[in-house]
């Protein structure tokens, strides 16, 4: 089998050095923060006081407050902190700054998404010209056809981040309501429980209802269409929101098809043009084109540090960072740009001072198939308490090619093309749909250009596009000598894997297989299968 | 004049009692533990709410 070569960090981490004491089984949250020494929690504290900041602006608003008691996945933002300290688990120097810096951005960022939807709520802020110039997208779909709308004049409402996505990252259990519902209607529990969980929404009645138009994507697998016909359904016949279905080609890598997908992405401008009476301005498109641009060398340059022996920005903060930046932005707001470039000079600073995340750096691992939200801290888990170093996720591992960026008659044209495709290699179907090709071949590639030995696959249990190649990861990997190591979930049903049951999936590999002790014992079991 | 000199120690009083305030809440984590309290309460409010379900 493949090995690596041991890092061995010199200098012993500030503060205490078993941060699994700070959990305790009767508590639904932990007993108390971690101590990281007095200028990293010192640090610590001033974020956390930001992040209190940012939730009591938006309760100060009144529609907010009404809001707030009329959704139940509003309940989850009351744990936005403790959210904020699984990203923190053992982080000390550039690695919390790190995940500081992209998760709060992340964390103001969706505060902004549900104050917008508020806002325009018929039931609660009813702001009618505001809502007439508001376009419902998809949680899991590119916004790249709104490139070259003025985001002054029209909002992009990105409607089941809030709602759905990211509330289940601060809370394990606020999902399970919504898959009871749409059980209850009669659909199958075994599709995918995120759109499942977004169709139980809908369902409900507990989705934010705003919009002149919305545009559905055909996003990534069987559990999403069933979920789009069932949101469209409510919003076209009984709000009157008329939606418009971009169809996106699967099979991206063919190039029969981006004429198709370019004719697609018109349709859609086209739609969105009629029903908020704006028109594309090509000006604003290729500035966000630039910053398109910048965000993905930022990226690959994030990528390119995360290759060495020290590796600075990864895990459940660089996933998803990049998928707000790349799929939920895509260049329209130009504030990513200053948090890309901090984040950078961060990891460069952290890359030469050889900083590590844990005290040894056994293992080099490529994350493949999709994270459960409920135990999103796993990877940061996984280098504290087994020196696997996370390298890079397939969820991060998105589009590198440059687009056109300036505005000459060819690039108008070239500027579509490239639209078709951005929107065709989005986050998940960049890698689950596409061929072998792109969920196999491109994992062997990543392995070898960023030296992992191991390659840790989530099998998210209803994902058909991913189970259904699990003999040929396991054949491939062992003629390569590369470890497969399989950990099961369920994505947003802690119901079905408890978040120790997952988490004892790498225990017993790296016992068994493995046969190695634990670098923090106090982390191999954690009774937090309760915790919010 | 005398109690002008006062304001800067007074405003450095104040900066330490927050600062004393909310590092104890934040270190023992009790903003997180009273919502932990209040989570159930708020869970019987929304299961009071009636909703219009529809597929």
Known sequence: MKTVEKVVNPVRRAGEQSPGRIYDEKLKVRARREWRGVKDTFYDYTRWLYLLSVLGRFILVPRNVKGFFRYRWMMSYLFVPHGMDKFTIGLRDEALRIAHTSFNFVIADVTQAIANCFRGDRRVGNDKAYSDKCVITDENSMVTFMMGFDRDKVHTILREVPTMFASNIFHQFNVMHYLDIAQQYGIPGDVCPMPEAEAGISIEDDFCVLGCCAVQNNTTCDGSLMGNGIIAKRLDREYGIPTFQLATPLRHKEPDVLEYAAQEIRNAIAFVEEHTGEKWDWDLYFKAARRVNYATKCRIAQLEINSTPYPQFFGAAFSLYNDTNYMGNSGRDPAFVGIDRKLLELAEQGYKAKRMYAGEYRHRAIVWGVQPQYVIDMLYWMVQCWGVVPLADMLSIINTDMIADEDTPENREQAYRDMAMLNMEMIMRNHTHGGYKVLLDDLWDLCEKMNADVVMMWEHMSCKALTGMHGMFEEQGRARGIHVMWVTHDLCDPRVFTRQAIRDQVNNYMRTVMREEPLDPSLENIPDNEAY | ?55
Do not use: C, S
Request: aromatic share 18%; proline share 4%.
């Open chain 2, 1 to 55: 004049m005398k109690n002008l000199l006062k304001i800067p120690l007074y405003l450095l009083l104040i900066a330490l009692g927050f600062f004393v305030v909310t590092f104890t809440v934040y270190f023992f984590n009790l903003d997180m533990k009273a919502t932990a309290m209040l989570a159930p309460l708020l869970e019987k409010w929304y299961d009071r709410l009636e909703r219009k379900q529809y597929i």
